[in-house]
């Protein structure tokens, strides 16, 4: 066999750092044993792996269709060393979108404690559009994310529905004016999402084509923080009820009553097709489709 395990391993560091630099830094060598191991990888395969962009080394054709398939047989190599080992402790990398990341993957955290303790995980936030991009950079095992995935690499699963509502401060003036018109929305102060969340997409595909375009709006880049402002009568929104149930709760919001159709939206774990499926990631698996399960009943 002319490639070995290592040669792939400094492959997948160089090509997640784009750099020989920065990858035998990760991988505690000389740059000039990571430039030779991937001279030797490339002349074993007889192409060439990256374009130089700069200082920059930057995946071709040929790298792109190698990086999921080496990762794949890292992973599965890396499985195979473990299952013979009583020291070693499981690792997932997670991605979620803000809202799952804040108000959702703390349950399933927990959940995934009781099933599988020894299991760490690392959460990496971002908005969906980050998380479905390191997903299909095999940069984490598996994203949680709130908008669908338009990444062809992907693998995509439904697994739980959220309910999008549109909340006031308690004493807000439309919070007392009954059923709100479509005008009435409209020329509301609205705070929203940016663009790239998976929110500001979804709430885009269900209100724009009932109330266009709306001619008071500022985009907020947290959720959090547009909950905090309309409770305190900035604006109105529209958010998840993930994130806004407390403060509902509380009497601070009020969901609008209005008379647009009622909207879920359904949330949806994504992967690289080329994913190894490591017995920790099924695990996972099984722990958010119980979740999803416990809530629709």
């Given at each position: 066999m002319k490639l070995t395990l290592r040669q792939l391993d400094?492959?997948?560091?160089?090509?997640?750092?784009?750099?020989?630099?920065?990858a035998s830094t990760a991988l505690a060598m000389s740059q000039s044993a990571t430039s030779?191991?991937?001279?030797?990888?490339?002349?074993?395969?007889?192409?060439?792996?990256?374009?130089?962009?700069?200082r920059r080394l930057v995946l071709n054709d040929n790298g792109q269709t190698l990086l999921p398939k080496a990762i794949r047989l890292l992973e599965g190599a890396l499985e195979i060393e473990n299952g013979f080992r009583t020291d070693v402790v499981a690792r997932l990398r997670v991605g979620c979108s803000t809202t799952i990341g804040n108000y959702i993957m703390p349950l399933l955290m927990q959940h995934m404690a009781e099933r599988a303790p020894g299991t760490q995980i690392d959460v990496i936030l971002g908005n969906s559009a980050d998380i479905t991009r390191q997903a299909a950079q095999l940069s984490i095992d598996v994203g949680l994310v709130e908008g669908p995935s338009h990444q062809p690499t992907l693998a995509v699963q439904p697994w739980c529905e959220d309910e999008l509502v549109i909340v006031a401060a308690a004493d807000d003036p439309l919070a007392h004016k009954g059923q709100l018109s479509v005008s009435e929305l409209r020329e509301a102060r609205w705070l929203v999402r940016e663009e790239g969340s998976g929110t500001a997409e979804e709430v885009h595909h269900w209100l724009f084509p009932h109330l266009g375009s709306l001619s008071n709006?500022?985009?907020?880049?947290?959720?959090?923080?547009?909950?905090?402002?309309?409770?305190?009568?900035?604006?109105?929104?529209?958010?998840?009820?993930?994130?806004?149930?407390?403060?509902?709760?509380?009497?601070?919001?009020?969901?609008?009553?209005h008379v647009i159709p009622e909207h879920k939206r359904q949330l949806h774990a994504v992967y690289h097709r080329d994913k190894f499926i490591s017995s920790s990631l099924e695990t996972f698996f099984s722990v958010i489709k119980d979740f999803a399960s416990a809530k629709t009943r």
């Open positions: 400094i492959f997948r560091a160089v090509a997640q750092l784009s750099s020989t630099t920065q030779a191991a991937l001279q030797e990888l490339e002349g074993a395969m007889g192409i060439r792996l990256f374009d130089r962009v700069g709006v500022r985009q907020i880049g947290s959720s959090e923080a547009i909950k905090r402002m309309v409770a305190v009568g900035i604006g109105i929104s529209c958010l998840s009820y993930w994130v806004v149930g407390d403060l509902i709760a509380e009497g601070s919001l009020i969901s609008l009553p």
